[in-house]
């Protein structure tokens, strides 16, 4: 697989003129349907990116503090164009949705509330999640939403990176150490049962035919990666049966309330400051 390596090039904050990029500036606004599609998707990014932000100064290496650092980043500016986007129906802001939604109402799947847990347990749950969204981000940029496509199109390239580190992790530590085997081994089983959910397709992509990728049809090329992983890394498919899950509805798992009350507490505790 490509490392990827040139991905994140040479850019600063002040670089990026991130109101260029962001979806909404000279398109249509979305659709109440193509806005909650977008928060799905806006916040499995963001809640991703809040979770691995959490490993900065607690990884095993340096190096692993700025990657996942660095990934973090990456997946935080995917939420910002997305949730952007969504707000463009009702007018509210990507902090608005960010920051002033109460857990019923995010959309992200229960796969990327996990808890991190040990180093294992968040790769696992990369390896999950970056597999599923290369294939999601490679359909979505050719859908008929110009918005979501364009940013679909940036996305995968990112997101081909977050899979190799990811798969590269696997690997080191199905193959290294009995106690880095063991973790592994129980962190697939651990982030098993949440997979089912990426995949299920609901009564929204019915209604947005060509703009929104059909889960389902993901699954195929999914697996197809993951087998390949687990093959090279000796490991076998957990067998455990797919959780309820419930996300996408606003059904959540409890690790997602204790997320936001971090995430948020800035912004409440002070609504409308600036810096």
């Known amino acids: 697989m490509n490392t990827g390596s040139d991905t994140h090039g040479d850019v600063t904050v002040d670089e990026v003129q991130l109101s260029a990029e962001l979806a909404g500036a000279g398109r249509r606004a979305a659709t109440a349907e193509a806005a909650e599609y977008a928060l799905w998707l806006g916040d499995d990014a963001l809640i991703l990116a809040q979770q691995l932000a959490g490993w900065i100064s607690r990884a095993p290496e340096l190096e692993e503090d700025m990657a996942l650092g660095n990934i973090a980043l990456d997946l ?4 910002r164009s997305l949730l952007h986007y969504a707000g463009t129906f009702d007018g509210r802001t990507e902090d608005d949705l960010a920051y002033f939604r109460d857990e019923p109402e995010f959309r992200c799947a229960w796969l990327v509330e996990q808890p991190n847990g040990d180093f294992a347990q968040t790769i696992a749950r990369q390896l999950v999640a970056s597999a599923y969204l290369f294939e999601l981000y490679a359909a979505l940029a050719g859908s008929a939403d110009e918005t979501l496509a364009a940013v679909a199109a940036k996305a995968v ?7 190799d580190h990811a798969v590269q ?11 880095s085997r063991r973790r592994m081994i129980r962190a697939t ?14 009564p929204l992509i019915d209604a947005l035919e060509g703009v929104a990728v059909r889960p389902s049809s993901l699954r195929a090329g999914f697996d197809a990666v993951l087998a390949a992983v687990f093959a090279e890394a000796e ?24 997320l936001l009350a971090e995430m948020q507490v800035l912004a409440r505790r002070h609504p409308g400051a600036t810096w």
């Open 76 to 79: 935080l500016g995917h939420a």
């Open 157 to 163: 390239k990112e997101v081909e990176y977050h899979r």
């Open 169 to 179: 992790w696997t690997l080191r530590l199905a193959g290294g150490t009995d106690e």
């Open 189 to 202: 089983g651990d982030v098993w049962p949440y997979v089912d959910e990426l995949f299920r397709d609901t």
């Open 235 to 258: 490991l076998e498919v957990p067998a455990v049966p797919p959780s309820a899950a419930g996300g996408r509805h606003g059904r959540h798992f409890p690790q997602l309330a204790f």
